[in-house]
C-alpha cells in the first residue's frame, strides 16, 4: 500500500463514509478501513492525510481520530499473536508523530497526543528514550502553540502514574521522567507565571499562558502522585508559592457571561486544588508549613464563588480539600472551633447542597445523566458529593457537635416544606440528602449503606419523612422528592427493617408508571436491588416467587409499557429489573411469556440496527437466556419454538458482523444445543459450524469463551456429525491455536476435555501423540501457573476416560521415561496447586489410578515415585491449597485484561452446569480407599513395602482412610 495521491483520495473518501448518518454507507466504509489497516504504510497514510491543508478538516480530525484507534488496537502484541503493525511502520510513526503533532491544530494535535500516551505504554522510555528529549527541548522555542502540544502529550503520557502499581520498572521510568523534565518543567512555571505580568491586558495571549499552567499543574500532580520526588521537596517553596498566587489570582479579561461551561481560570484553580489536596493526603508532613495559608485561600475561595455550573469543578475540588485536611487528626484542630463548624456548615455546605435550576434542568432534559450521576457514583466531581464526603469526614469526627448543628438547620428545612410543599420542596430535598451524608458511614455497590450513625434512627425517619412520598396518589407530582424518597429506600435498604422495605414494593411497581424518567428509572433500580437482597440469618432471598407472583402481573406490565416510552425505549435499569422479575418468579413467570417475549424480539431486532447501549443489550440478552432456561429445562420441544423465533435475528446479526451481539449469539446457540436431545441436533446449527472454525471469528477476545462453548456443545450433542462431515480437524486446529495463548490456554484445555468425554475414542487416538507433543512444547516455552493446573487436570482426565496405562504409554511414545519427569515435575511437586471441586476430583481420581491400576506404577520403572504420589494426594486432601507462582505468570499487562466488551459479554444465566464426569464418584478419599483395597489383593506383597516408605503422617491418614471406608489391604 503506497504512499500515493491515489491511495490518500481513497482514504478521504472512505473517512468521508465513516461519518455517514446512513448505517449502509457508513457500515462498509468502517469495515474496508478494518480490512485494509493491516496493510504496509497504512498507518503513514492517514499521518499523511491529517498533514493535508487541503482536505476538509471534519476528514482530517475524522483521519486523526481512526488512527488513534489503529494505535489502540493494535501497537501493543501479545507475545503470541501476530504483529499487525509492520516494523518499518512503526519506526516511521515514531520519527514522525512527535513533529506532526505540535504542527498540528488543536483538534488534532489531542488525538495525536493520546496516540502517542499510547505508544508510550509499551515504548517509553526503553523503546523511545529520545521521546522526552525531544519533548523538553521544544520548551525553547517560545511558541506556545508548540508547548502546549508538549505538555498535552506530557500529561497523556504520565498520566497512568496515578494508577499504576508500585514496581521497581516504575521507580526506574519515573526516576529517567523527573532526571530530564523537572528542572526544565520549573523553569517553565516561573518563566510563564513572568509572562501573566507581561501580558495582563491581553486576553487571547492570557488565554494560553494560564492554559499553559494548567496543563504544568496536570503534569506536576502525575509525577508527584507515587511518591514526593526529591526534585520537588527540594523546590517545594517554589511550586507552592505559585499555586498559592494562582488560588487567590482574578483576572477580569478571561471572565465569561458563560454559566455553563468552566473558563481556563476555573480549570486552572481546580487542578491547584486537587495539587494540594494530594500533598495534604499524602505529604502532610513535608506540605504542613504551607497548609494552614492553603485552607485560607480556599475557604475564602468557596465563600467568594458563585453558584453558576461553570464553577462546579473548582467547588468540588475545593471541597475535597477541606474533607481531605479534615480527616487527618493532625489537622483536626483548624475545625475543632464552634464557630468554625457553624461557618462551615452555614457558608460553605449547605449553599452546596441545595438543588439548583440547573440540577433541575438535568433531571427535567438529561434523566440518563442524572441518574448516572446521582445513583451511579458518577458525581465525583460534583458540588454535592462533595459537601456530602465532607459532612460526612466531619460527622464521623465530630459527630454529636456536627449532628446538633445540622438538626437545627433539618427542623427548619423540613418546617418549611411542611408550610407550603409545592413552593418549598427544594429545602426537603436539601435535608433528605443532608440526612444520608450524615448517616452513613459504609457502603457497597451491592448492598448500599451497611454501617450508620447511631444518632439517628433510620426506621423512623423512612416512617416520618419517606414513607408519605411514595404513598401520595399522583406518581408525578414533586417529582424530585419522588426519586429522593426511591433514593433513600435503596440507599438504606440493608439497614431498613425487611418488612418495611418489602412493603414498599407496591409503591415502587405503582412509580414505574411515572412519566419522569429519572422516577420510573429509580423505581425499577431499587425493585432489582431489593430483589437480590437476601436474609443475613439464612442466606435466603428475602423475596421469593410466592411472594413477588401477586404483584408480578403489574410489575411486568408497567416494565414492558415504560420500555414503549420514548425516553426509556432502551433504559437498562428497566430492563434489568424485568430481567430480575422473571429471575425471581422462575416458572411463575411462564404465563406471562405469550405476551413478554414477542415484544422483547421486537425490541431485539430494533437494536439490532443500532446497539448503542451495552448495558441494556447485555440484559436483553441475559432475559433471553432466563426465558430458554426456565422454558425448556422441563420441555425440550419448546426449544423448537425458540429456534424458529430467534434463528432470523440471530442469523442477521452474524451476517452483518454486529460484533458486539455475537458473543450473546453463541452462547444463546449453546444453551439451545445443550437443551436439544443427544443426536437430534437440526441442520442449521450443522451448517452454521463451518463458519465457527473460520480464524476470523477467533481473533476477537470477546468471541473466544463463547465460541469455545458452542464447540463444546457441538462435541457433546454431535459428535457423530462432526466426525461424518470431517470437522474434527478444524476442531484440533483451534485447540492447538488455543493452547499456544497464555491468555486463552484453559479454554483450549475446557474444548480438548469435551472431546475426550464426547467424541469416540477411535476418532480421536491417531491424534493423542500430536496432542500431547504440543501440550509439552508450550510447557517448555511458556509455564505459568493456569496452565500447570489445566495440564494436571488434563492428564488426570485422560487417565480416568482412557485408562492411567495408555496415558503413561503416550507420554513415554515421545520421549522414553518422559513420565517420571511428569511425576516429578508436575504431580508430586505440583498437586496442591489445584483448585475447583469438579477439577479436584478429576485429579484425585486420576491419580488414584496411576496409584492403583498401572503396573508401570507398582512392579515397573516408576515403581520409586509410588509412596512419593501417594503422599502428594494424601497432603492434596488435607491440606490447604498452595498458592505460590511461577515468573512466566507475571505477563498480563494492563491492555491484556479482559475489556469491557470481553468481560461484560458473559451471560450469567446462559451458563451450563460445569460437566462432572466422575458423577458416579461422590468421595475421592473413598475411591482412593478402595482402590488400594483391590490392589492390596492383588499384589498383596508389594504394597506394604510401598506404604512403609511413605511418613508416618501419610500412614496415620490412610489408615483413616482405610477404616472410615471399612476397607483393609491384604
Not at 446512513?22 to 499523511?48: G, I, T
Not at 414533586?478 to 435503596?490: F, H, N, Q, S
Request: aromatic share 10%; glycine share 4%; hydrophobic share 40%.
Amino acid at each position: 500500500m503506497e504512499v500515493s495521491e491515489e491511495n490518500l483520495q481513497t482514504l478521504n473518501e472512505y473517512l468521508q463514509r465513516t461519518l455517514s448518518p446512513d448505517v449502509n454507507v457508513r457500515r462498509p466504509a468502517e469495515k474496508f478501513l478494518e480490512k485494509v489497516e493491516v496493510n504496509q504504510n497504512y498507518s503513514l497514510l492517514l499521518l499523511h492525510l491529517l498533514h493535508k491543508p487541503e482536505i476538509d478538516m471534519t476528514i482530517r480530525v475524522a483521519g486523526a481520530v481512526a488512527f488513534k484507534n489503529y494505535i489502540k488496537r493494535n501497537w501493543f502484541v501479545d507475545e503470541n499473536e501476530e504483529d499487525r503493525i509492520h516494523e518499518t511502520d512503526r519506526t516511521a510513526i515514531k520519527g514522525l508523530i512527535v513533529t506532526l503533532m505540535l504542527s498540528s491544530p488543536e483538534a488534532i494535535q489531542k488525538q495525536l497526543s493520546a496516540a502517542i500516551g499510547i505508544i508510550g505504554k509499551t515504548d517509553f522510555p526503553m523503546k523511545w528514550p529520545e521521546l522526552i528529549v525531544q519533548m523538553v527541548d521544544k520548551f525553547a522555542t517560545g511558541d506556545f502553540h508548540v508547548i502546549n502540544g508538549v505538555l498535552r502529550t506530557a500529561h497523556s503520557l504520565f498520566k497512568k502514574y496515578r494508577y499504576e502499581f508500585k514496581s521497581n520498572e516504575l521507580w526506574a521510568e519515573i526516576k529517567f521522567v523527573l532526571e530530564k523534565l523537572a528542572q526544565p518543567l520549573m523553569d517553565l512555571l516561573t518563566a510563564t507565571m513572568g509572562l501573566t505580568q507581561t501580558h495582563a491586558n491581553d486576553a487571547n495571549a492570557l488565554k494560553i499562558i494560564y492554559n499553559s499552567l494548567t496543563l504544568v499543574c496536570k503534569v506536576f500532580y502525575s509525577l508527584n502522585f507515587q511518591d514526593l520526588p526529591e526534585f520537588f521537596e527540594d523546590n517545594m517553596a517554589t511550586w507552592m508559592t505559585n499555586f498559592h498566587q494562582l488560588l487567590m489570582v482574578e483576572v477580569k479579561v478571561l471572565e465569561t457571561g458563560d454559566d455553563e461551561e468552566a473558563g481556563v481560570i476555573e480549570q486552572l484553580k481546580s487542578q491547584v486544588c486537587d495539587n494540594v489536596a494530594l500533598y495534604a493526603q499524602k505529604y502532610d508532613e513535608e506540605f504542613q508549613p504551607y497548609l494552614p495559608e492553603f485552607v485560607t485561600a480556599i475557604w475564602s475561595l468557596l465563600v467568594s464563588t458563585g453558584l453558576q455550573p461553570k464553577y462546579d469543578l473548582l467547588v468540588s475540588n475545593a471541597l475535597q480539600f477541606l474533607a481531605s485536611v479534615a480527616d487527618r487528626s493532625h489537622y483536626r484542630n483548624l475545625f475543632e472551633d464552634n464557630n468554625v463548624l457553624n461557618s462551615i456548615c452555614e457558608k460553605v455546605i449547605i449553599p452546596n447542597m441545595e438543588f439548583r435550576v440547573s440540577d433541575q434542568e438535568l433531571f427535567e432534559d438529561n434523566p440518563e445523566e442524572y441518574t448516572r450521576r446521582d445513583i451511579e457514583g458518577s458525581d465525583i466531581d460534583t458540588r454535592r458529593r462533595a459537601a456530602c464526603d465532607l459532612v460526612n469526614t466531619l460527622s464521623q469526627n465530630f459527630e454529636e457537635r456536627i449532628m446538633q448543628i445540622f438538626g437545627q438547620y433539618l427542623q427548619v428545612m423540613m418546617q418549611k416544606y411542611a408550610e407550603n410543599p409545592q413552593m418549598n420542596w427544594r429545602s426537603k430535598d436539601a435535608a433528605l440528602y443532608l440526612v444520608t451524608s450524615l448517616v452513613s458511614r459504609g457502603a457497597t455497590q451491592r448492598h448500599g449503606v451497611t454501617k450508620s450513625s447511631q444518632l439517628v434512627s433510620l426506621p423512623q425517619f423512612c416512617q416520618e419523612h419517606i414513607l408519605p412520598e411514595l404513598e401520595r396518589p399522583d406518581v408525578n407530582d414533586l417529582p424530585v422528592l419522588k426519586a429522593d424518597a426511591i433514593k433513600y429506600v435503596m440507599t438504606f435498604r440493608t439497614l431498613l427493617p425487611k418488612e418495611m422495605v418489602v412493603s414498599t414494593l407496591p409503591q415502587l411497581i405503582r412509580h414505574i408508571t411515572s412519566e419522569s424518567a429519572v422516577i420510573h428509572t429509580y423505581a425499577a433500580c431499587a425493585i432489582e436491588k431489593i430483589l437480590i437482597m437476601r436474609d443475613t440469618g439464612s442466606n435466603a432471598l428475602i423475596v421469593t416467587s410466592n411472594d413477588l407472583a401477586p404483584v408480578a402481573n403489574d410489575l411486568l406490565n408497567n416494565l414492558l409499557v415504560t420500555l414503549e416510552k420514548p425516553v426509556s425505549e432502551e433504559n437498562e435499569y428497566v430492563m434489568k429489573a424485568l430481567m430480575r422479575t422473571f429471575s425471581t418468579l422462575q416458572d411463575k413467570v411462564v404465563p406471562y411469556l405469550g405476551v413478554i417475549l414477542p415484544k422483547l424480539t421486537t425490541k431485539l431486532e430494533a437494536v439490532c440496527k443500532n446497539p448503542s447501549k451495552p448495558h441494556f443489550n447485555h440484559y436483553l440478552f441475559e432475559t433471553f437466556s432466563l426465558a430458554i432456561r426456565i422454558v425448556c429445562i422441563n420441555n425440550s420441544q419448546a426449544v423448537a419454538s425458540f429456534e424458529g423465533v430467534l434463528f432470523p435475528i440471530f442469523q442477521g446479526i452474524l451476517q452483518q458482523d454486529i460484533q458486539e451481539f455475537i458473543p450473546y449469539v453463541f452462547q444463546l446457540l449453546s444453551m439451545l444445543m445443550e437443551m436439544t436431545p443427544t443426536g437430534a441436533i437440526p441442520d442449521p446449527y450443522m451448517q452454521l459450524l463451518p463458519c465457527l472454525l473460520a480464524p476470523v471469528l477467533w481473533e476477537r477476545p470477546a468471541n473466544i469463551s463463547p465460541l469455545v462453548r458452542l464447540l463444546c456443545a457441538f462435541a457433546t450433542q454431535a459428535a457423530p456429525q462432526i466426525i461424518a462431515n470431517d470437522k474434527l480437524g478444524g476442531f484440533l486446529g483451534v485447540f492447538q491455536k488455543l493452547i499456544a495463548s497464555k491468555s486463552n490456554d484453559h479454554e483450549g484445555f475446557h474444548l480438548m476435555q469435551s472431546m475426550i468425554q464426547h467424541m469416540p475414542t477411535e476418532a480421536l487416538t491417531p491424534y493423542h501423540k500430536q496432542i500431547f507433543f504440543l501440550l509439552f512444547q508450550r510447557l517448555s516455552s511458556s509455564k505459568t501457573t493456569k496452565y500447570v493446573i489445566s495440564l494436571i487436570v488434563f492428564f488426570s482426565l485422560y487417565a480416568v476416560k482412557y485408562s492411567a496405562v495408555q496415558l503413561i504409554a503416550t507420554i513415554d511414545d515421545i520421549q522414553a521415561y518422559m513420565f517420571g519427569m511428569v511425576l516429578e515435575k508436575l504431580f508430586i511437586s505440583e498437586l496442591q496447586k489445584i483448585s475447583g471441586i469438579v477439577e479436584r476430583k478429576i485429579v484425585a481420581c486420576g491419580v488414584t489410578k496411576l496409584l492403583c491400576e498401572c503396573p508401570e506404577m507398582y512392579t515397573g520403572q516408576y515403581q520409586k515415585h509410588w509412596s512419593q504420589l501417594l503422599q502428594a494426594l494424601l497432603c492434596f486432601f488435607e491440606m490447604p491449597r498452595d498458592e505460590s507462582t511461577f515468573p512466566d505468570d507475571h505477563f498480563i499487562e494492563v491492555d491484556d485484561a479482559p475489556t469491557f466488551q470481553s468481560a461484560n459479554a458473559k451471560l450469567n444465566f446462559a451458563n451450563n452446569a460445569k460437566s462432572d464426569p466422575l458423577q458416579g464418584i461422590t468421595e475421592p478419599r473413598q475411591f482412593l480407599a478402595q482402590s488400594l483395597g483391590t490392589l492390596g489383593a492383588s499384589q498383596p506383597g508389594v504394597l506394604p513395602t510401598f506404604v512403609n516408605a511413605c511418613s508416618q503422617d501419610a500412614v496415620t491418614i490412610l489408615q483413616r482412610y482405610l477404616s472410615k471406608f471399612g476397607v483393609q489391604l491384604v
